[in-house]
């Protein structure tokens, strides 16, 4: 039996609401609570396919989005590609429920609908805020208030996946005095709590260092081989190439959605990153 989850053009959607509720604090409909630290210890799932189908958005008199349509095989790593300003980051917001838009958006679970993980492409931080390393993965992941401590339901969780990007020696700094590798790092701790079956990344690379890099790679080789479906913002083509099952090409349609091999040459993305594109490939 599967389950369906269709965001027509309500600002609100189940999607969203899953996402959110993740991010304060409250309750939802966990099938996992714990990640692990290892790969292959990683339980295995069947991440949702997502369907996008004439999708749309409009603000003022701005075409941000033109009847995008292509599939997200469940269990992929899916990449969106494309210029600044194509719309990559508002179809996102439109998955999450963060944006109004014409046409559907569809996921389709194998079974309940699963956990929805986020990494967001940058978070920044006061210097002088006096919220450290636990205390944000504490305000993310569990229902305890921050400031009482890392609950013993979530604890062992967080210090896993902290280990997991590198993270665990620095639980104690502030968020601020962390170098943007550094915080970007624990964006995608947080992003593995509850464990998830759909992950949302947007340019999750653009921050990291080299050994940043090789922590995001092997985790991305993690959630492949777990079954995670990926949905996966990024500029950096090499690693694209290397790394994901399928690509899109988008700026403000889709101009082509094949694999990287078939996508990623110079005649298509020479047409992907024009100023005006010409046409659909």
Same mark, same amino acid.
């Not at 997502?50 to 990449?79: K, M």
């Not at 993270?167 to 005095?177: E, I, S, T, V």
């Not at 790679?217 to 479906?229: P, S």
């Not at 899109?248 to 959605?257: A, K």
């Given at each position: 039996?599967?389950?369906?989850?269709?965001?027509?053009?309500?600002?609100?959607?189940?999607?969203?609401?899953?996402?959110?509720?993740?991010?304060?604090?409250?309750?939802?409909?966990?099938?996992?609570?714990?990640?692990? *630290?290892?790969?292959?210890?990683?339980?295995?799932?069947?991440?949702?396919?997502? #369907?996008?189908?004439?999708?749309?958005?409009?603000?003022?008199?701005?075409?941000?989005?033109?009847?995008?349509?292509?599939?997200?095989?469940?269990?992929?790593?899916?990449?969106?590609?494309?210029?600044?300003?194509?719309?990559?980051?508002?179809? $996102?917001?439109?998955?999450?429920?963060?944006?109004?838009?014409?046409?559907?958006? *569809?996921?389709?679970?194998?079974?309940?609908?699963?956990?929805?993980?986020?990494?967001?492409?940058?978070?920044?931080? +006061?210097?002088?805020?006096?919220?450290?390393? +636990?205390?944000?993965?504490?305000?993310?992941?569990?229902?305890?208030?921050?400031?009482?401590?890392?609950?013993?339901?979530?604890?062992?969780?967080?210090? !896993?996946?902290? !280990?997991?990007?590198?993270?665990? +020696?620095?639980?104690?700094?502030?968020?601020?005095?962390?170098?943007?590798?550094?915080?970007?790092?624990?964006?995608?701790?947080?992003?593995? $709590?509850?464990?998830?079956?759909?992950?949302?990344?947007? !340019?999750?690379?653009?921050?990291? #260092?080299?050994?940043?890099?090789?922590?995001? !790679?092997?985790?991305?080789?993690?959630?492949?081989?777990?079954?995670?479906?990926?949905?996966?913002?990024?500029? #950096?083509?090499?690693?694209?190439?290397?790394?994901?099952?399928?690509?899109?090409?988008?700026?403000?349609?889709?101009?082509? #959605?094949?694999?990287?091999?078939?996508?990623?040459?110079?005649?298509?993305?020479?047409?992907?990153?024009?100023?005006?594109?010409?046409?659909?490939?």
């Amino acid at each position: 039996m599967t389950s369906k989850e269709t965001i027509s053009n309500e600002l609100q959607s189940p999607v969203g609401a899953s996402l959110l509720a993740k991010a304060s604090g409250q309750p939802t409909s966990l099938s996992n609570d714990t990640p692990h *630290s290892r790969a292959s210890s990683l339980p295995q799932v069947c991440g949702p396919t997502l #369907d996008f189908a004439g999708v749309c958005l409009t603000l003022g008199r701005t075409t941000i989005l033109d009847n995008v349509t292509f599939q997200v095989q469940p269990g992929s790593v899916h990449a969106l590609v494309g210029p600044n300003g194509g719309g990559k980051s508002s179809l $996102i917001k439109t998955l999450l429920g963060q944006m109004p838009h014409q046409g559907q958006l *569809s996921l389709q679970w194998p079974g309940e609908p699963g956990i929805i993980g986020y990494v967001p492409q940058a978070l920044e931080f +006061d210097r002088g805020l006096p919220m450290t390393v +636990d205390d944000f993965m504490a305000a993310m992941c569990q229902r305890r208030p921050a400031f009482l401590g890392l609950s013993k339901r979530y604890a062992g969780a967080i210090g !896993e996946a902290l !280990e997991r990007v590198g993270m665990q +020696d620095k639980r104690k700094r502030r968020m601020g005095a962390l170098s943007g590798g550094e915080r970007q790092r624990v964006l995608l701790a947080q992003g593995l $709590i509850p464990a998830p079956q759909l992950l949302v990344l947007d !340019e999750p690379m653009s921050a990291l #260092d080299e050994a940043g890099i090789q922590v995001f !790679e092997r985790l991305l080789g993690d959630w492949r081989a777990a079954g995670i479906t990926v949905l996966w913002i990024e500029h #950096d083509l090499e690693a694209v190439g290397r790394l994901a099952s399928r690509v899109t090409g988008l700026n403000r349609r889709v101009l082509f #959605d094949a694999t990287p091999q078939q996508a990623l040459t110079p005649e298509r993305l020479l047409t992907l990153f024009s100023t005006h594109p010409r046409s659909a490939a």
